[in-house]
């Protein structure tokens, strides 16, 4: 047998190619872990940038809404007002006429709508809230049977909800 066919000489060299292969497998580790933080973190990221938009976005839609809400009021005394004034002189009625018309258009404008439920419709507890409940012959249960202020709505966010009242259980 010759010496190089013994098997101490084949060790030295597959103990140097193990110790390679370990720290070449170890260093596709390191860089696997890495690649996996990289890609968590610019998922993160755009997560973040997502929901920072999304916050944006409802800001806009949302921004008038105290202001909306303060003038809820004002929309409720001008219509008591031109409903009290039948007997005013006719200037009177035309300029609260006008007044609610550019109230109702700017109201329009921001996307600020009425809740004026109609007799019959059905009670709706988003939409609406029940001051009392009266018997009301020939209406349904659970229906409205007047309103006693209209309720408004900001895009899909209620800011008042109809005051009604509603036909009580049989």
Not at 29 to 41: G, S, T, V
Not at 87 to 108: C, F, H, I, S, V
């Amino acid at each position: 047998m010759s010496e190089n066919t013994t098997p101490e000489h084949d060790t030295p060299a597959s103990a140097e190619e193990k110790t390679l292969d370990k720290l070449l497998a170890e260093a596709q580790a390191r860089i696997d872990e890495q690649k996996d933080a990289w890609l968590r973190a610019m998922a993160d990221a755009e997560n973040a940038r997502k929901r920072a938009q999304a916050d944006v976005q409802a800001a806009h839609k949302f921004a008038v809404e105290r202001m909306a809400e303060s003038l809820l009021p004002v929309m409720d005394s001008l219509e008591a007002a031109l409903t009290a004034a039948a007997d005013a002189p006719q200037a009177l009625r035309d300029g609260l006429e006008l007044t609610l018309k550019q109230l109702q258009a700017a109201y329009q404008k921001a996307n600020l709508a009425e809740i004026a439920p109609t007799a019959g419709e059905k009670f709706d507890p988003h939409k609406h809230q029940a001051m009392a409940a009266v018997e009301a012959p020939g209406a349904e249960p659970n229906t409205v049977v007047a309103v006693m202020l209209k309720g408004y709505r900001l895009h899909d966010r209620i800011l008042r909800p109809a005051l009604v009242t509603v036909a009580a259980p049989k």
